[in-house]
């Protein structure tokens, strides 16, 4: 019987030579079979800074490739790397207790680079053993290999991508213009894909899972309506009405209008205006924090910066941005 051939893509293999593998899930082409080692499943834990955030096991693609698994085992080899390669302090801290137990217990050996789809379904499939191909990796590059392969594949949700281009922004000094060359897009994608990071978090969860009538297209129209609660009725009329993104993008041109007649309605003293730099440093509060953000400052340079959160999460990354990283 002839050997498994098994495959690995273009696009990781800009980053770490010879460890991409994006090509279909379960698509089988050449690669160097003695650098695939047959390990237990049980060994592997998943990427705590995988883009894709969403996994369900009843999502019927999951499911799907579950039975292929089965049926002719996992054509496509994970990418993994020794739990301890290059991992800062801290970096295991959103891996679940169980993983981390496992670890202590000397189970867990190697960490998710690429692949965190096809091991959750061999698992589904009752594979005990899983081909892989071992490679060392920066957290950055992990994050980068990751990325890559989530976005050739298309599975992420538009909120994941601008959330993984924010890290490589943020925590690795990437500019956007370099995003853009990694990941073999526009710089404008990466641009409008940021923005939607200041919608309000309703708007986002609702782009996270992925609503019925609501689009990454209709979100981006949303984007630049000044306040919460005209973004949701926005939404909510977008959803209900079944409105296509021209539509939606024409609502939010007439919000956005009556937004503007509000503010200039009310009674401003020169002191209070804001200036185009004042609000240009706003926003790049606001991009930066990922929080609603309002800055006031008189003439005098005296003034307030007032940054809003919905929820512990966003509380919690603000004194991580704001004071632990200042320490």
Avoid: C
């Avoid at 978090?201 to 129209?221: C, D, I, K, S, Y």
């Amino acid at each position: 019987m002839a050997k498994q051939k098994f495959g690995l893509g273009r696009g990781l293999d800009a980053l770490i030579s010879g460890a991409s593998e994006v090509m279909a899930s379960q698509q089988p082409s050449r690669v160097n079979e003695e650098s695939i080692l047959q390990i237990s499943i049980d060994s592997i834990i998943p990427n705590p800074r995988q883009p894709r955030r969403v996994f369900r096991e009843d999502d019927p693609k999951l499911l799907e490739l579950s039975v292929s698994i089965k049926q002719h085992g996992l054509l496509q080899p994970l990418v993994v790397t020794h739990l301890d390669a290059g991992m800062p302090d801290g970096w295991l801290s959103d891996a679940s207790s169980a993983a981390v137990a496992g670890k202590q217990a000397g189970a867990v050996q190697y960490q998710i680079i690429a692949g965190e789809r096809r091991w959750r379904a061999s698992r589904l499939a009752g594979l005990t053993r899983v081909p892989v191909v071992i490679k060392e990796a920066t957290p950055q590059e992990m994050l980068e290999l990751a990325l890559i392969e989530n976005i050739q594949r298309a599975d992420l949700n538009p909120i994941e991508e601008a959330l993984a281009y924010h890290a490589l922004i943020e925590e690795y000094g990437m500019t956007q213009e370099m995003v853009a060359r990694q990941v073999s897009k526009d710089r404008s994608t990466i641009t409008n894909s940021l923005r939607l990071l200041q919608l309000a978090p309703r708007v986002r969860e609702a782009l996270v899972n992925q609503l019925e009538n609501f689009t990454e297209g209709h979100a981006r129209a949303l984007v630049g309506i000044s306040r919460e609660e005209d973004q949701l009725a926005a939404m909510g009329k977008i959803i209900t009405l079944k409105l296509n993104v021209r539509q939606a993008e024409e609502l939010a041109a007439r919000i956005k209008s009556a937004e503007r007649a509000d503010a200039n309605q009310k009674e401003i003293s020169p002191t209070q205006q804001r200036s185009p730099d004042i609000a240009d440093l706003e926003a790049q509060f606001r991009t930066s924090l990922m929080v609603k953000v309002d800055l006031r400052r008189n003439k005098k340079g005296k003034g307030t910066l007032v940054l809003h959160f919905n929820n512990e999460d966003e509380l919690e990354r603000l004194y991580t941005r704001l004071v632990q990283q200042a320490e």
